[in-house]
Every structure is written in C-alpha cells, then in structure tokens.
C-alpha cells in the first residue's frame, strides 16, 4: 500500500503551491518532509512555468508547528550535525532565483517559523501564531533563526522570542515585521495568491536579478551592495526579457516575457 505523500504540489496561474500535508502532526517537518520540500524546491526551479512559490501547511490548525521532536530522542550532537548538513532545505528555499511566499494558516513555530523566514514575504492569517519556543526543549534554534530572524526584525526582538521561546499572535509579530500582512483566515489563500500574481506576470529573469540585488543589502557593506547593484542593473540589459519589456512598453502592449 502507497502512502500517503507527506508533501502535495499544485500551480495556479504560474503560482507553484507546496503544501506540507501532516495536518495529524500539525505539519511537523520530519525526514520525508524535508526531503519532499528539497525535492518540491528544485522541480519548481527546473519549471520554466513556474514563476512564484508559495508554501503552506495542510488544514487550519498549523502552517508548520515545528520540528517532529521525536526524531531528536536518542540522537547524538555528530548525528545531528550531520542532519543539519549544507544546504539545508531552508537554504534551498533562501537560494530560489523565484519569490518565495510563506501562507501562515495557524502555529508557526521552531522549524516552520524558520522555514517561513527563508521565504521572501510571509503572509499570515489572523489565527497565526509564530516563535521560536525551541529552548523550552533545552536546545535553540537551528534552521537559520539565529541569523535570519535579527536581519528580519532586529536584534533585540530576535534575542526577546529566542531566549523566552515566547509565542506571539499575527498582529505582534505583524508589528515587529515577522509578518508582512494579515488577513482574516478565510481569505488567506486569495489574498496570498493574490500577491503572488502581481510578481507571477513580472519577468522571472529580472525578478531573480532584483532578488540578488536586495539580499546584497543583508549581506555586503553599503558601498559592496551598490557595486553589486550595478553590475546586476546592467546584467539586466543583456536579457531578451529586457528588449521586450523595453519593446512592449514603446508598443504599448502587454510584454511576453522569455525568462531569460
């Protein structure tokens, strides 16, 4: 007997949907899922179609409520290194050349919190809930928190949710910018997709240029990230999207676009 895939693929529009599908473990990224997501990651890369991803956890009560704990027990720190090793399945997701968008519906903690911040927007229901409770288990964060989530809302936010494992509600984390919007349960998936289309009708190739330019600004001092800016924005002139944008905008005519 097949079992059931712990990680479900769809497109709408352009709009690539991966759906963590545990909603018996409240989505809780084990091995299978993991390896699912890297797999799910690198089609949508491989996918000329697809232009946006967006990733999600099956039902209403968790995006992803964290690590599935009970792979932990027993488990060596050599083990563990070795499970964590480069690149991750939240690096994969930080490195799609495509936009990336987290669509919260419910507990966001631990693992699905860092999964969210590899992503490029997070869009949260207003029953979300998000941390990063991981040193109530006596261990921290190990799946980019530490470093993506100061960058994200600054280090003094990031020290208070790390070190308390405090959980906090949509609006506070919409607050400290954890999330980019709410919206109310039932429209999260519209609004999401929503979203995701004005970025799904953009040229992919500039759109993984402007990608490359704005994370120079996290990780390049000022005058390295302006260099960097420059050379991408001429970069942009040596696309086939660039002479048709250029083209379609003098015609006055809706561009179609070539993604390279």
């Not at 070190?163 to 609004?191: K, M, Q, T």
């Not at 799904?200 to 800016?229: F, H, I, N, V, W």
């Amino acid at each position: 007997m097949n079992e059931k895939p712990v990680v479900r693929i769809e497109t709408e529009a352009g709009v690539r949907i991966i759906t963590i599908d545990r909603p018996e473990k409240r989505n809780a990224l084990n091995a299978a899922v993991r390896d699912g997501l890297i797999a799910a990651v690198a089609e949508a890369e491989a996918d000329p179609d697809v232009r946006v991803v967006v990733f999600t956890g099956a039902g209403d009560k968790a995006f992803i409520a964290g690590a599935d704990v009970s792979e932990f027990a027993g488990r060596t720190p050599l083990e563990q290194r070795r499970a964590m090793a480069s690149p991750t399945v939240f690096d994969r997701i930080w490195d799609l050349p495509l936009p990336t968008i987290a669509m919260i519906n419910g507990w966001c903690l631990g693992g699905g919190c860092e999964l969210a911040l590899a992503c490029d927007l997070r869009v949260g229901a207003d029953t979300a809930q998000l941390g990063q409770p991981e040193v109530r288990l006596g261990i921290i964060p190990g799946g980019g928190a530490t470093q993506r989530l100061p960058r994200l809302v600054g280090y003094g936010k990031a020290l208070q949710l790390v070190l308390s494992g405090e959980i906090i509600d949509a609006v506070a984390a919409y607050e400290i910018g954890l999330l980019d919007e709410i919206v109310p349960a039932v429209e999260l998936r519209s609004r999401t997709l929503e979203i995701a289309g004005t970025m799904a009708d953009k040229s992919p190739a500039t759109l993984a240029l402007a990608k490359r330019a704005l994370r120079a600004a996290l990780e390049m001092p000022l005058s390295a990230g302006l260099e960097q800016e420059r050379d991408l924005f001429a970069l942009a002139f040596a696309t086939d999207d660039k002479v048709e944008g250029v083209q379609a905008f003098l015609e006055k005519r809706k561009p179609e676009w070539r993604g390279r």
